[in-house]
T-cell receptor, first 112, second 112 residues
């Protein structure tokens, strides 16, 4: 199966700075990579995703980049705000797409 | 996203008891999943189902069983609960492979 590693496990940034979270995966056949945000006590919610035929995708202050050769993908949050504070999870779908393999999460704190 | 509903939201029970967690969805999705979330370990897949007659084990199925009673309902059972099954449990749905998963609000289960 797929193995997804996520770093760092915790990240603190000043409000307005950028935050970057990185994930690596093992199965070169994975072709869908979602990112989820989980606020304290809430459900994980999809914030952005990318497919293997695309190298970068942006949605306002959030972007995801994918390097298929190196088998890693990253979440970039610019102009961070206190409401960005949450746990972020990356995932990959493996070769069949039947399962999501999640990273262990990054706890992001944005300091006002 | 109240389309995926989990009951109960919280449950405290004793070692050895049988427990059932329920999930229902109105999204019309074929695929349903049960995850367990523990601090620092991310989301780990317990079981998943692609239709009423299809049940598949995930990464950590030992000690758990499931039932897909209908397209919209997927239940998770702990036959004889033990304290290390204390965790936050999430149900999720998706339309088909390589597509976003949509999570319920979770069930916080404590086993004493």
């Amino acid at each position: 199966g797929e193995n997804v590693e996520q770093h760092p496990s915790t990240l603190s940034v000043q409000e307005g700075d950028s935050a970057v979270i990185k994930c690596t995966y093992s199965d070169s056949a994975s072709n869908y990579f979602p990112w989820y945000k989980q606020e304290l006590g809430k459900r994980p919610q999809l914030i952005i995703d990318i497919r293997s035929n695309v190298g970068e995708k942006k949605d306002q202050r959030i972007a995801v980049t994918l390097n298929k050769t190196a088998k890693h993908f990253s979440l970039h949050i610019t102009e961070t705000q206190p409401e960005d504070s949450a746990v972020y999870f990356c995932a990959a779908t493996g070769n069949t797409g039947n399962q999501f393999y999640f990273g262990t999460g990054t706890s992001l704190t944005v300091i006002p | 996203d109240a389309d995926v509903t989990q009951t109960p939201r919280n449950r405290i029970t004793k070692t050895g008891k049988r427990i059932m967690l329920e999930c229902s969805q109105t999204k019309g999705h074929d695929r349903m999943y049960w995850y367990r979330q523990d601090p620092g370990l991310g989301l780990r897949l317990i079981y998943y189902s692609f239709d009423v007659k299809d049940i598949n084990k995930g990464e950590i199925s030992d000690g758990y069983s499931v039932s897909r009673q209908a397209q919209a309902k997927f239940s998770l059972s702990l036959e004889s609960a033990i304290p290390n099954q204390t965790a936050l449990y999430f149900c999720a749905t998706s339309d088909y492979g390589h597509q976003p998963q949509h999570f319920g609000d979770g069930t916080r289960l404590s086993i004493l």
